[in-house]
Nanobody
Framework: QVQLVESGGGLVQPGGSLRLSCVAS????????IGWFRQAPGKEREGISC???????YLYDSVRGRFAISRDNAKNTVYLQMNNLNSEDTAVYYC??????????????WGQGTAVTVSS
């Protein structure tokens, strides 16, 4: 069964850092692009980053310079390193497999999400 499991969320202080993990099972990670998305309370889900199966990374403007995406195919895991966190980063974070150049609907499998709260 295809499964993506996010972890690493929690409560962090403004300016702090957090590393999220997305562990994939039921498929070979290196055959897919993996994206990170987030949904803040009362807001629509938005894409924040994506890593292609060849290692090419993409970052949206809202997180560029603060976040970094990486993958470890041997561990079937994609990471999202988040630095300089602020209140606007408070959201539930999701990973999904799909195509970095596709739309959100082109990501066919999603994790359950991990909640990140940035607060002092």
């Amino acid at each position: 069964q295809v499964q993506l499991v996010e972890s690493g969320g929690g409560l962090v202080q403004p300016g702090g850092s957090l590393r999220l993990s997305c562990v994939a099972s039921g498929f070979t990670l290196d055959n897919y692009d993996i994206g990170w998305f987030r949904q803040a309370p009362g807001k629509e889900r938005e894409g924040i980053s994506c890593i292609a199966n060849d290692g090419t990374t993409y970052l949206y403007d809202s997180v560029r310079g603060r976040f970094a995406i990486s993958r470890d195919n041997a561990k079937n895991t994609v990471y999202l390193q988040m630095n300089n966190l602020n209140s606007e980063d408070t959201a539930v974070y999701y990973c999904a497999r799909g195509l970095c150049h596709g739309a959100m609907g082109d990501f066919d499998s999603w994790g359950q999400g991990t909640a990140v709260t940035v607060s002092s």
